[in-house]
């Protein structure tokens, strides 16, 4: 009796916990997606190609994908910085560039297109000097890369950061001690530490880029074949009644983005199974 309550948890069970988890995701989160991916099954080979071969949606994905896919890069090193700069780094105002951080994550979509917009477009506050040396940004797939890595940004800092905290000093100073160089020990030591985090925050970037709309769709111009981007062109074809044409090309950012998912869970089970065998190597 005294075993059985001593391991009684005060919580519900295992089972309650599962079956209530999984209702609730099922309802949320499986039941729309599995109705998309119906429908899009219900397409045929046929309406696929109608679909996807149209120039003007192809047009769109590839700026989609290609923007987003620059986006990412450009955030997951830029988020680098960032991140060593607030953990390893004590100034005045750290903690207020350290809240910052996170305003995308709570700032409307919209309200950062408008606001991007009103500093790069031709009369912005930044615009205004560059348009004249021929460095046009707003309505362009420039101004669109832009959105992008102000929305993925906060996704490749918050990733990284958590372990830059975890990785402390220690091996740098024993790195240092042992003569290793500045570019050795970034090399051999802090890479391959910051590596699986930066690809998460890269693979979480770079989804979100695929599906953003709201604060892409003020800076772009929304021009086909120019600055249109898929979200967009799903938009339009629900408005012209083109039901086949928008599910194709939701389907198909859908599968972009679950594919980065899986890549987000693979890598750090990736990276765990090197250590794993050169450390089995080392030992041999």
Not at 248 to 253: E, H, N, R, T, V
Request: aromatic residues 8%.
């Amino acid at each position: 009796m005294s075993i059985t309550r001593a391991h009684r948890r005060p919580l519900p069970g295992f089972g309650i916990s599962l079956g209530l988890g999984m209702a609730w995701l099922g309802v949320v989160v499986l039941l729309p997606l599995a109705a998309l991916g119906v429908r899009a099954a219900g397409l045929g080979f046929d309406g696929w190609l109608r679909a996807i071969g149209d120039p003007r949606v192809q047009a769109a994905l590839k700026l989609s994908f290609g923007a987003a896919l620059l986006a990412a890069l450009i955030a997951a090193l830029v988020g680098a910085l960032v991140a060593w700069v607030v953990v390893r780094y004590r100034f005045p105002g750290r903690r207020l560039l350290d809240a910052l951080v996170d305003l995308p994550f709570a700032l409307p979509t919209a309200v950062a297109g408008i606001a991007l917009t009103a500093i790069y477009s031709a009369n912005g506050w930044v615009g205004r000097w560059l348009e004249p040396h021929g460095l046009k940004i707003a309505y362009t797939a420039t101004g669109i890369v832009i959105a992008l890595v102000f929305i993925g940004l906060p996704f490749a800092v918050r990733t990284l950061q958590p372990v830059l905290e975890t990785l402390g000093s220690e091996q740098e100073e024993a790195a240092a001690s042992l003569g290793a160089s500045r570019i050795t020990t970034l090399r051999r030591v802090i890479v391959p530490e910051l590596l699986p985090a930066m690809l998460t925050g890269f693979s979480l970037a770079f989804a979100r880029g695929l599906g953003e709309y709201g604060s892409v769709i003020f800076i772009a111009g929304n021009l086909p074949f120019k600055t249109e981007i898929a979200p967009l062109l799903i938009t339009i074809r629900l408005e012209e009644y083109d039901y086949d044409g928008a599910v194709a090309i939701a389907a198909l950012l859908l599968a972009a983005s679950f594919l980065c998912l899986l890549a987000i869970n693979a890598i750090p089970l990736l990276f765990s199974h090197r250590r794993l065998s050169h450390g089995s190597s080392a030992d041999g």
